[in-house]
């Protein structure tokens, strides 16, 4: 089986417009990231300088063994730190509970509590399978409009850009993490994952599941009162 492989122009016209091409598909794959940095630039903070915010919102990250991973630990740490300086309220833990052996949710709810935020300041949405899921459902189920995001650095803009575009005010708070193999992996994959989010916030579809008006926030900040 004789497999033709494709040929290079010999010309030195068409090797540039080659070479043209090449750098336009590379300007047009970046032109997503860009936007995400430009759109996020001055909604970035720390938990030092973060506004009060009624509400705190941090992204599942993966369980090692049912407990959360290290990223995630950073993520509840910060929003602990956030709720003991009385800069939130409630927080919403949003993550995949798809099958019944894996709850991120429900892990992160244990891990806040054991690091002393209350049990009933903490509101689980159990459908948060990607960053617009949980933007979508943060404002839609449970009437959030206003947040700070916790996440990694790597992730935290496109969080903001996204929540933004659901219709939530946001600031990210973007914690430390360790640059290993997983650093390196979150960044390069968000370059990808800026396309996706692109596309998310100008055709905004419904989430994977949608489900009914759920009151948690609403009580979680009452019961503070």
């Known amino acids: ?3 033709r492989r494709p040929r290079l122009p010999r010309t030195r016209r068409g090797q540039r417009r080659l070479v043209q091409a090449l750098m336009a598909a590379c300007v047009l794959a970046l032109l997503p990231a860009t936007w995400l940095y ?8 720390t938990t ?46 949003t993550g995949d509970n798809s099958r019944e052996d894996y709850d991120e949710p429900d892990a992160m709810r244990a891990y806040l509590t054991r690091h002393g935020v ?9 459908a948060g399978f990607d960053t617009w899921d949980s933007c979508v459902r943060a404002k839609r189920i449970f009437g959030v409009d206003r ?21 939530v005010a946001s600031y990210g708070i973007g914690v430390d993490a360790k640059h290993d193999v997983t650093w390196y992996y979150g960044g390069t994959r968000e370059v990808f994952a ?14 994977r599941f949608l489900g009914p008006k759920e009151p948690g926030v609403a009580r979680a900040l009452a019961a503070g009162r």
């Open 194 to 207: 800026a396309g996706k989010a692109a596309l998310d916030a100008v055709f905004r579809p419904d989430p």
């Open 38 to 45: 430009v759109s996020t630039a001055d909604r970035l903070r």
């Open 1 to 3: 089986m004789n497999i």
């Open 118 to 126: 209350p049990a009933g300041r903490i509101v689980s949405d159990y």
């Open 48 to 93: 030092a300088d973060a506004p009060r915010t009624e509400v705190a919102v941090v992204f599942g990250a993966g369980l090692w063994n049912g407990e959360p991973s290290p990223y995630l630990a950073h993520r509840l740490d910060a929003a602990a730190r956030l709720y003991r300086a009385g800069r939130i309220r409630a927080v919403l833990v």
């Open 147 to 167: 947040a700070l995001l916790i996440s990694q650095g790597f992730h935290i803009r496109r969080a903001v850009a996204l929540c933004e575009a659901a219709g």
